[in-house]
């Protein structure tokens, strides 16, 4: 390949062949340079794209992690209000609601006889009255059932009259709870 300046020292008849073949060299030369450039570019293009993509993609991988974290999180949560909802002992919730009577009934077992009697009288009396009991009143019913029992444990009705009062206060108390059994007696 001859340079333009070799070409110019030419004779005339050999030097418009020559800048011909040189123009054409020089056009593949440039066609060459820009494909070569345009590679690069779609190269540098690609990698972008593969890096953007990537990035893409590992955001969207932290996202589902986060909210994943967020549900083991909130299910935990919801868990541990569960757990805290229900007894240390781990029954269900029916038997907390026994073990809170008994203490409530354990509590009011320290109440004297005839106190705790005209208490379960004034709840029956209530009960013939309107034949239904609200929640609050069926708590204090059991409750009161309750320290009746622990009352009989503990040996407050020993003599005969407190006896009779005791089988009086366990009749009250189950008419309340079951009261087909009032037919039956």
Known sequence: MLTLEQIKKLPAKER???LREFE???KKLKAEEEKKRKQEEEEIIK???EELTEED????????????EKEKKQKQESLEEIAE????????ERNSAYVSI???GARL???PPTELSNKIFGLRETFEERSYLTQEQQRERDALGEAVYQQNKMGYFKDEGSRRLFSKMEDAFEEMRN???KVYK
């Open 85 to 92: 909802a229900a007894p240390s002992s781990g029954k269900t």
């Open 57 to 68: 993609e590992k955001a969207e991988e932290e996202e589902v992690l986060q909210k994943e």
């Open 179 to 181: 009261p087909l059994k």
């Open 102 to 104: 008994q203490e409530y």
């Open 47 to 49: 990698k972008s794209i």
């Open 16 to 18: 418009i062949p020559k």
């Open 109 to 111: 077992s320290h109440i």
């Open 24 to 26: 054409e060299e020089q």
